[in-house]
């Protein structure tokens, strides 16, 4: 009928001024975006531009510096003249860490000076090497604990040697007779090709111990063998347990903290979650004089108890909580906890707390890790400190990456040592003879130049094994770690079947044995859930799940909560009683 059809055309009329409408308002919408993006364009177009014409007046710059003086005296005077107005006054860069001069001779450093973009935030010290020789002649203004010190600064005796190659001739060649021989390899890592995406579009945001992950993402360790692994480098702290000088005791504990991220260059790879309850001991008593376990005390959050017992004169204790994030691009690895270390002899007691890990390119190109943050080491006991700093990656940087530096101070603040290196490679110190405030940054802040002596190596990376690129970048220590051991706890990461079987190239058993394994953790989660609902509306006490060989207690130095060892484990062992561990496999 005609009033069906006018009806109909109304309707029809409407709808298109509200699309009209509708489009409309998009409309504006995205011409504000366009134009939002195109003013950030323009931005980022002068924004290149300037660091192009700074780069060019740095390049500049450096072709046009003079040469440094040949010795500590001239260097001592030309700073307070030319050399600071043409060298340090010019600069919205920094300095590269060291200017090294080797008795009287001219330093090719102009060569190798590397600058910063102005973008990147600039040392809080520079540091200049002179020659202990001109030192001891031209000390006269500097305190007499310096100079004694210098005298014992001897350049050729190192801090740090090697005791061992990664190679299976050097290893039978070590001093220490080891107790039995240890594995040199394990079976090469399968390519199993994986739509990675399809699992990660699902996980961005959440908690990365909370997403269930194949096997195709872990290398196969548990993170209680990869909190072990902190341990690969303990004759930093036998060295440190003999130093009388608690400075120089500091520098090895120091080199110590970032050796410990060695083995985490090319470990991309995810180690297993470990059960609750789950424990790894690695008893090396007889071979390097120490013995250490790790036990699971908690699953939400994920935390982890460790302790080290050494007869070189240390101990050393942690708690550490992992908190990650999956962002899309990146993945964040957070650990939360102290980290204790105690010498028996002199009772020197040290903390820190571990940086922040990055893990880069997680969809789309080559998964790289980064550390980055701060490491504050205080020694309770004399109140002196360390920090080092972990410079993060930089793609304007023009200095070398994974750089790591470090000043130890005294109670009064009062710099003895210069840490430097990269926590991938090497680790240097230089004592400290001299300082002075002289120039100032891009950002109007003032500079600390110290004179010190040449550096000598406190510590540097074990070369990985042959073929390690096939076996998950493992380092020596690493392959050992899942090795099978005797009359260890029935909990021990070592029976684990799913990492066992990845271990051996199984994954698709791996897979439904690790599923097994979780879905076996959640049902014993709800049992015990059960039970204290039951117990509360009974009106009696539930105790909360409690950890074997760890419990809870206060620090009396830090006032923190922590779980420490409380003993028995190395007892229940010897008598091959494991009546208190827990069936988790």
């Given amino acids: 009928s005609p009033t069906w059809k006018r009806l109909t055309t109304e309707q029809q009329d409407q709808a298109c001024r509200d699309f009209l409408e509708l489009a409309e308002t998009h409309s504006r919408k995205w011409q504000r975006a366009l134009q939002y993006e195109r003013e950030q364009r323009l931005r980022l177009e002068e924004t290149i531009e300037q660091l192009a014409k ?25 700073s307070k003249g030319s050399w600071t107005d043409s060298w340090l006054g010019k600069r919205s860069h920094c300095l590269k860490a060291r200017t090294r001069l080797v008795k009287g001779e001219t330093s090719d450093e102009d060569e190798e000076t590397e600058y910063f973009d102005a973008m990147e935030s600039a040392p809080d010290f520079i540091t200049v090497t002179t020659d202990p020789v001109e030192h001891r002649r031209t000390g006269s203004n500097v305190s007499a604990t310096s100079s004694e010190q210098t005298e014992t600064w001897n350049l050729d005796s190192q801090g740090f040697e090697l005791p061992h190659h990664a190679s299976s001739s050097a290893s039978a060649s070590r001093s220490v007779k080891l107790n039995r021989k240890r594995r040199t390899h394990i079976p090469e890592k399968p390519n199993y090709s994986l739509n990675l995406w399809s699992i990660m579009k699902n996980c961005i945001g959440k908690e990365l ?15 209680l063998q990869r909190l072990t692994e902190d341990l690969e480098y303990h004759e930093l702290l036998d060295k440190a347990a003999q130093c009388e000088n608690p400075a120089e005791q500091m520098c090895y504990v120091a080199a110590f903290s970032v050796s410990s991220y060695s083995t985490t260059i090319h470990r991309t790879a995810k180690p297993f979650n470990p059960l609750l309850g789950e424990t790894f001991e690695l008893d090396r008593l007889v071979e390097s004089g120490f013995r250490s376990l790790c036990e699971q005390v908690s699953h939400h959050p994920p935390a982890a108890a460790h302790h080290v017992y050494s007869k070189c004169g240390w101990t050393l204790w942690q708690e550490i909580t992992i908190a990650s994030k999956f962002r899309g691009k990146y993945l964040s690895i957070m650990p939360l906890g102290a980290i204790h270390l105690q010498f028996h002899s002199g009772r020197n007691h040290y903390m820190w707390r571990k940086v922040t890990s990055t893990v880069h390119n997680i969809i789309v190109g080559k998964l790289w890790i980064d550390q980055s943050g701060d490491i504050d080491i ?14 993060p990656y930089s793609y304007f940087s023009r200095d070398c990456a994974r750089k790591v530096t470090g000043v130890v101070t ?11 290196g990269t926590w991938d490679e090497k680790m240097e110190f230089a004592k400290v003879v001299q300082s002075s405030q002289d120039g100032t940054s891009c950002e109007g802040k003032q500079k600390t130049v110290y004179q010190t002596l040449p550096p000598k190596v406190l510590w540097r990376k074990y070369p990985l094994p042959d073929n390690a690129e096939n076996m998950y970048y493992f380092s020596e220590l690493a392959l050992t770690l899942n090795e099978k051991e005797s009359m260890t706890a029935p909990t021990d990461s070592r029976l684990r079947p799913d990492q066992r079987l990845m271990e051996n190239g199984d994954w698709e058993e791996a897979n439904v044995e690790k599923q097994r394994l979780e879905e076996k953790q959640r049902a014993t989660r709800r049992l015990r859930e059960a039970e204290a609902v039951k117990a509360l509306e009974e009106g009696r006490d539930c105790d909360a799940y409690k950890p074997v060989w760890f419990q809870k207690k206060e620090d009396p130095i830090t006032g923190e909560e922590m779980y420490v060892y409380k003993g028995g484990y190395w007892e229940s062992k010897e008598a091959q009683d494991w009546n208190l561990c827990p069936d988790i496999y």
């Fill in 378 to 391: 205080i020694n309770f006991k004399t109140k002196d400190k360390c920090q080092l700093k972990f410079s």
């Fill in 54 to 78: 700074q780069h060019n007046s740095l390049e500049r710059a450096c072709r046009g510096a003079p040469a440094l003086p040949s010795s500590s005296t001239e260097l001592s005077n030309a």
């Fill in 209 to 223: 111990s909370k997403i269930p992950m194949p096997v195709n993402f872990n290398e196969p360790l548990s993170m």
């Fill in 410 to 420: 005294d109670r009064e603040g009062k710099a003895n040592y210069i840490l430097s």
